[in-house]
């Protein structure tokens, strides 16, 4: 392609031959009768004609001829322009002889397969319609290339054709050959000595190609994320006290015949400081000394940038808890270079003092106003209160009507209040659900379920199960009011029909029950319930029968205390918290008596990165009174997805002569998990189970009448857990740890329900 003259230095040479040469045919003074354009065939005729002022009745003027040249140069449509004059029949023609610079027809782009076209097109300066410019293929060539370079193809190429087509239009043709990414081999840093390799490379996004690349892509360079893994090394030196840390540019190496790619980092840490004396200032609402007890950051410690932020954070909540939402605490350190010492200074400005405005709801189309409002712990009109708009988010998140929960604050009508905007997004709580699992105890496991959790979007639950086997077939029916009344009491009303196959007895179970409930903390319930159920037990051998174990119907009436502290961030998956619920049955209104007792204590909390402790333990006391025993149909049995795991009810506690289990008195139970969520709805998780049932019976070989720790089954396993549409549902697999002769080795388990 022929390199085109720059337009001014076209525009300033006619000009010259205009003013050294005039036309011999025409004299400047002489009237213009006509106009002509030649030589157009894009530009419209029209458009030209309006920047010329020499016009038909006009005077001849070289000074005018040349600010008509300048003005159509302007158009940035042309490379040249010349001027000429014709004498003819009507008198002078003055004529404007054009050449016009092509303009970009089609551009077709060839080749690509790993970068979508439009995202190519978007890239370079080649567009249809666009004036056509040789520099524009060498940039476009480097844009190109450069954007494959970022996602890995290092090795690609581009060749870009040119055609002129009619109407002086250029075609474009971009052909690409992309070649094979380039993989990550190595990962260095020079100048490091506090920290080794591997340990700065684990704060990267950017890694080096691993065996199992194929699967998640590992290994690929990309511009923009090493960029970004550069701030996250200099971040990670600064939270260990090297605040003079500097990364500087990396290094990449390309082998082109092994097509990899080594990078190194080099990095200079400079001295690494420690907090001399920490320091509050300006407002003392809350006392200076609780500030600096609750903050992490302590004298002595080495400087921290992202404890000292979350530090920040804690003394602004401090202050929201007192009405202040906007106060503001300002970081203030004097860094002293030769002592490597810090003096830190927290400065507070508390601002004015705010109550809550409005508190309005957004996206419940089902649930009903007050169903969330009553979750509140702010009302309006009250002072602010940060925490309890964060506990006040933790409650609607729990009610489990939701996807998504979030609370905004705004300024209200005036400074002194804040509104509370809370968003929902609401789930189907409404659910029909049919499943069928196999254990090698219970065979074939079929169970439904009919389940409404917002009945009208009043919060009312219903819920009738279904659950079939080999040995057992349950049916269950029950109603609650979380909140009668919007009151902080709950109610609800309970019918089932339980045939259970213990191996060693059949227990069949009539009955019903009522509950009534009262928050009388936030974070503190108690229940009172009472159930009444017709029990008939068969299947007991004659050789079998003992003073707890035989063929009889009884009835229980029975009144079930419960205390119950939940402080859980979250039901469905948490991630800190605890819960304690102590429960007791006494049985003695009418029918059998005994009395059962419970403790449970369940415990989450956040480890390192994303991983989760959660720990749950057991304890378990029954035993008659009045000289009777405790019935076998309420003793303890141990075994399964939702106790321990690995096992069947077959492999724990008293056995009868044939080897088939008839519980216990007393139960022990410990479950340690390490969870891993993967996504907000699905966790992994590997576990510790340990525990044992305790009492009476014919055989005791794998456990003891009394409680005793020394006796306690175990296992390991993994799984995980996940929430459906359906609900919460679980799969694991339990190994047993000691494994005695003629059990399994394992079992597999499935479960609906949270974790503990």
């Known amino acids: ?158 060749r870009i054709e040119t055609h002129m087509g009619p109407d002086n239009l250029v075609d474009v043709a971009i052909r690409i050959r992309e070649g094979k990414k380039v993989k990550i081999d190595k990962i260095r840093f020079s100048g490091n000595k506090a920290f080794e390799d591997n340990k700065l490379a684990e704060q990267m996004e950017t890694e080096a190609e691993t065996w199992y690349s194929f699967i998640d892509d590992s290994g690929v360079y990309q511009k923009d994320i090493l960029k970004l893994d550069m701030f996250r090394i200099e971040g990670f030196y600064q939270d260990h006290g090297f605040l003079r840390i500097k990364v500087l540019e990396p290094r990449i190496d390309i082998n082109k015949q092994a097509r990899q790619i080594h990078i190194t980092i080099p990095v200079e840490e400079g001295p690494q400081f420690r907090i001399k004396s920490i320091e509050i200032k300006g407002d003392d609402t809350i006392p200076h000394n609780e500030i600096i007890k609750s903050l992490q950051t302590k004298k002595g410690d080495i400087y921290n940038v992202s404890q000292l932020r979350e530090d920040i954070i804690t003394v602004t909540d401090l202050y929201s808890t007192k009405g202040f939402a906007y106060a503001e605490a300002n970081p203030v350190t004097k860094i002293d270079d030769k002592t490597r010492r810090v003096e830190l200074s927290i400065d507070i400005d508390k601002g004015k003092k705010v109550y809550v405005g409005k508190i309005n709801m957004l996206g419940n189309i089902k649930t009903k106003d007050n169903v969330i409002r009553r979750e509140f712990r702010l009302k309006e009109g009250e002072v602010f209160d940060g925490s309890k708009l964060k506990r006040s988010k933790q409650r609607i998140n729990n009610l489990n009507y939701f996807e998504d929960v979030k609370v905004d604050t705004q300024r209200g009508e005036n400074p002194e209040l804040i509104d509370i905007l809370t968003t929902v997004t609401e789930k189907p709580t409404g659910n029909f659900t049919v499943g069928a699992g196999f254990s090698s105890v219970e065979n074939l496991i079929f169970t439904a379920s009919i389940a409404q959790n917002n009945l009208f979007g009043n919060g009312h639950r219903v819920n009738l199960t279904a659950s079939l086997s080999s040995i057992r077939a349950d049916f269950n029916l029950s109603l609650t009011e979380p909140r009668l009344f919007d009151s902080e009491i709950s109610a609800g009303i309970d019918l089932f029909n339980t045939d259970q196959d213990f191996l060693s007895f059949d227990s069949l179970s009539t009955g019903g029950g009522l509950r009534l409930g009262k928050n009388i903390t936030e974070y503190e319930t108690v229940t009172f319930g009472y159930r009444f159920n017709n029990v008939e037990v068969t299947g007991v051998s004659q050789q079998d029968t003992t003073d707890f174990l035989r063929n009889e119907t009884r009835t229980t009436s029975r009144i079930t205390p419960t205390y119950i502290y939940d402080s859980r961030d979250n039901f469905l998956n948490p991630s800190q918290g605890w819960k304690h619920v102590l429960t007791s049955d006494f049985a003695g209104l009418g029918g059998a008596k005994f009395t059962r007792s419970m403790y449970e204590i369940i415990y989450y909390r956040p480890l390192v990165e994303k991983l989760v402790l959660g720990a749950h333990g057991r304890i378990n006391y029954a035993a008659g009174y009045d000289g009777e025993t405790l019935p076998a149909f309420e003793r303890y049995f141990m075994g399964g997805p939702t106790t321990l795991r690995g096992f069947t009810l077959q492999d724990v506690g008293p056995k009868d002569r044939d080897g088939d289990p008839v519980g216990g008195s007393k139960g022990l139970l410990l479950n340690l998990e390490l969870q891993y969520p993967f996504t907000k709805s699905l966790r992994g998780f590997v576990f510790y189970d340990r525990g044992n049932v305790y009492g009476t019976g014919p055989d005791l070989s794998v456990t003891s009448e009394d409680y005793d720790l020394a006796e306690m089954r175990h296992s390991i396993g993994a799984g995980f857990r996940f929430i459906s549409p359906f609900g919460p549902m679980g799969f694991a697999y339990g190994i047993k740890l000691d494994k005695q002769s003629g059990e399994e080795v394992g079992q597999f388990h499935f479960s609906a329900g949270s974790a503990f």
């Open 1 to 158: 392609m022929a390199k085109f003259f720059h337009p001014i230095f076209v525009a300033v040479l006619a000009m010259l031959f205009l003013i050294g040469t005039p036309p011999l045919s025409a004299q400047e003074g002489d009237v213009i009768e006509s106009l002509k354009i030649v030589g157009n065939k894009r530009i419209d005729e029209s458009t030209i004609l309006y920047y010329i002022q020499s016009k038909p009745g006009t005077v001849l003027s070289k000074n005018r001829i040349r600010k008509d040249i300048e003005q159509i140069f302007s158009l940035g449509q042309f490379k040249d322009i010349q001027v000429d004059t014709q004498s003819t029949l009507k008198g002078l023609e003055l004529q404007f002889i054009v050449e016009e610079i092509p303009s970009i027809g089609n551009v077709e782009i060839l080749g690509n397969s790993q970068l979508e076209t439009s995202d190519i097109r978007e890239k370079i300066g080649l567009r249809r319609g666009a004036t056509f410019k040789e520099h524009l293929v060498q940039e476009a060539k480097k844009e190109i290339l450069k954007a494959y370079e970022e996602k890995g193809y290092f090795f690609a190429e581009t």
